[in-house]
């Protein structure tokens, strides 16, 4: 995190002669929208489980679904995304 720069926003002059700024992007890695991907799909799992009955071995599915998503979010370092 060192290497990052101090400010959050990068000064420019726009057509004008006013100064712009412009905020990076923050779209994260590939590995965390995965993982991410994974927590909703168990998300819906579970969400879907319970509307149909509950249908209760699909809810436990969809929770582990969850967990399986949130232990490669933290093997990922997902929280580094963060800047």
Known sequence: MADRT????????GAHGLE????PTHH???????AIAIIVIGFVVGGAAMLTGPTWWLFWAGTGI?????ILALSTRIMDDWY
């Open 6 to 13: 101090a400010t959050s926003a990068m000064q420019q002059t």
């Open 66 to 70: 969850v967990v399986v998503g949130g």
């Open 28 to 34: 994260g890695r590939a590995s965390s929208w995965a």
């Open 20 to 23: 712009v700024f412009q905020h």
